[in-house]
């Protein structure tokens, strides 16, 4: 993951492609800082690739809330940017999980764990973002496997 961004980061400074230049490194950015956080925390390899693609994950929504928030304003200019940049960082990601296969890979985990009631939540989702990180909203995720689990 860290090869292609730093692979892409190249290709558009030799492009002289500002806007992606410019989203490149943040995402640069915010994985050295998150890298110097796990120095400090004694893991010397910095972050791993789960970890990356929950930055990446975590920055397309950041960016997707202001979005919402610049339209509202009626920045439409500045929304587009943060729109722009979305299109940048969600390169790197997986592929979103459509909510059929959001539904199969909750029934699923609830499943291997042998989850049968709601104290068995945090069980179901270490398997989810052991294995979806980057593919799924863990957000709207959490409610769905609560149904679940309140409802079996």
């Known amino acids: 993951m860290r090869e292609k961004i730093t692979a892409a980061l190249k290709q558009a400074m030799r492009d002289k492609a500002v806007d992606r230049l410019s989203t490149l490194r943040l995402i640069n950015a915010a994985i050295k800082d998150r890298d110097i956080d796990a120095r400090s925390e004694g893991r010397d390899e910095g972050v791993g690739e789960d970890e990356v693609l929950a930055i990446l994950g975590k920055m397309s929504k950041q960016r997707l809330e202001s979005a919402r928030a610049y339209e509202e304003g009626g920045r439409i200019d500045l929304a587009e940017?943060?729109?722009?940049?979305i299109t940048v960082i969600e390169e790197f990601l997986p592929r979103q999980l459509s909510e059929?296969?959001?539904a199969e890979a909750v029934n699923t985990a609830i499943?291997?764990?042998g989850a049968?009631?709601?104290r068995d939540m945090g069980k179901v989702m270490g398997i989810l973002k052991g294995r979806y990180t980057g593919q799924m909203d863990f957000g709207s995720v959490g409610p769905v496997v609560k149904d679940?689990?309140?409802a079996g």
Request: aromatic share 0%; hydrophobic share 30%; proline share 0%.
């Open 81 to 85: 940017r943060e729109r722009s940049e």
């Open 100 to 102: 059929a296969e959001v």
């Open 111 to 113: 499943a291997e764990s």
């Open 116 to 118: 049968e009631s709601i």
């Open 148 to 150: 679940r689990l309140c």
